[in-house]
């Protein structure tokens, strides 16, 4: 079993940046596909950034350009960085992992984080 948990969230205002770093542990494998979720109250969870084993990465287009997802596989450790924050990006954000590769357009994969809240004011 693998354990994701996400930390880095916080309140931040539109325009501010904000780093989510999400750290696996028990039987982890750099061959995992990693992804980052988001999911608003009353909405349903969305795909934000993807990466796969051969660090190629995908993102949803309402975060193209602004947010980076990145992984150190020798740390064990996805990341998420948040640049140019918008009210719209206000979230609770979900680590994910899964042996095949995550399409962002579906929310499901194999493990999911306990997610790290991320709130940005106008």
């Known amino acids: 079993q693998v354990q994701l948990v996400e930390s880095g969230g916080g309140s931040e205002q539109a325009g501010g940046s904000l780093r989510l770093s999400c750290a696996a542990s028990?039987?982890?494998?750099?061959?995992?596909?990693m992804a980052w979720f988001r999911q608003a109250p009353g909405k349903e969870r969305e795909g934000v950034a993807v990466?796969?084993?051969?660090?190629?990465?995908g993102y949803e287009d309402s975060v193209k350009g602004r947010f980076t997802i990145s992984k150190d596989n020798a740390k064990a450790t996805l990341y998420l960085q948040m640049n140019t924050l918008k009210p719209e990006d206000t979230a609770m954000y979900y680590c994910a992992a899964a042996q095949f590769e995550i399409d962002l357009r579906i929310a499901y994969a194999d493990y999911w984080g306990q997610g790290t809240q991320v709130t940005v004011s106008s």
């Open positions: 028990g039987y982890t494998n750099s061959r995992y596909c």
């Open positions: 990466i796969n084993s051969a660090a190629s990465t």
